[in-house]
T-cell receptor, first 111, second 116 residues
């Protein structure tokens, strides 16, 4: 069945270092969404990418959608302790009725 | 606006017991979803609803039932709880379907369920 895979599963960085998480789909996606879940919290929507090759920035966060619309990445520049949490990507299933979430990348940051 | 609320926040059940989780949203959203989150497994869709009176199965529907009698409420039922249903359950809602324009999903705070 359709799958959305994320790597790495865990990443630990020192504060100030950069961080990247990658998302790959087994099928072409019409769009991809990114969510962040703080420890003990619930997922919160960050952004949606729709166009092939699209790049969007939110302050220190840069989101990219691959040219073939089968992969995406989230890059955080100069991590801060407030970036701690699990980052999920999610693609639409082929019927267009539901999101398929990746298993997430959990980021920890030490100061 | 309260957004998406879930009750209860925590619950411990014994195997075979039943319970209902309640999700409520005050954003007039048509689409509502129930997910379960297990360590290392991400979010998996249990059931979803595209409007009042309609429900559909997601990726992991077995052992669960749902009802959407009112637009603002989405109920998740466990008829005979099993230890494998120990999980954190999240409800979410959206204005549009995932393929639509306003498709951002808003999540509730979650219900932590333990089945002994």
């Amino acid at each position: 069945g359709q799958q959305v895979m994320q790597i790495p599963q865990y990443q630990h960085v020192q504060e100030g270092e950069d961080f990247t998480t990658y998302c790959n789909s087994s099928t072409t996606l019409s769009n991809i969404q990114w969510y962040k879940q703080r420890p003990g919290g619930h997922p919160v929507f960050l952004i949606q990418l729709v166009k092939s090759g699209e790049v969007k920035k939110q302050k220190r966060l840069t989101f990219q959608f691959g040219e073939a619309k089968k992969n995406s990445s989230l890059h955080i520049t100069a991590t801060q302790t407030t970036d701690v949490g699990t980052y999920f990507c999610a693609g639409i299933n082929q019927a267009g009725t539901a999101l398929i979430f990746g298993k997430g990348t959990t980021l920890s940051v030490s100061s | 606006n309260a957004g998406v609320t879930q009750t209860p926040k925590f619950r411990v059940l014994k195997t075979g017991q039943s319970m209902t989780l309640l999700c409520a949203q005050d954003m007039n959203h048509e689409y509502m979803y129930w997910y379960r989150q297990d360590p290392g497994m991400g979010l998996r869709l249990i059931h979803y609803s595209v409007g009042e009176g309609t429900t559909a199965k997601g990726e992991v529907p077995d052992g669960y039932n749902v009802s959407r009698l009112k637009k603002q409420n989405f109920l998740l039922g466990l008829e005979s709880a099993a230890p494998s249903q120990t999980s954190v359950y999240f409800c979410a809602s959206s204005y549009s379907p995932p393929s639509g324009l306003y498709n951002e999903q808003f999540f509730g705070p979650g219900t932590r369920l333990t089945v002994l």
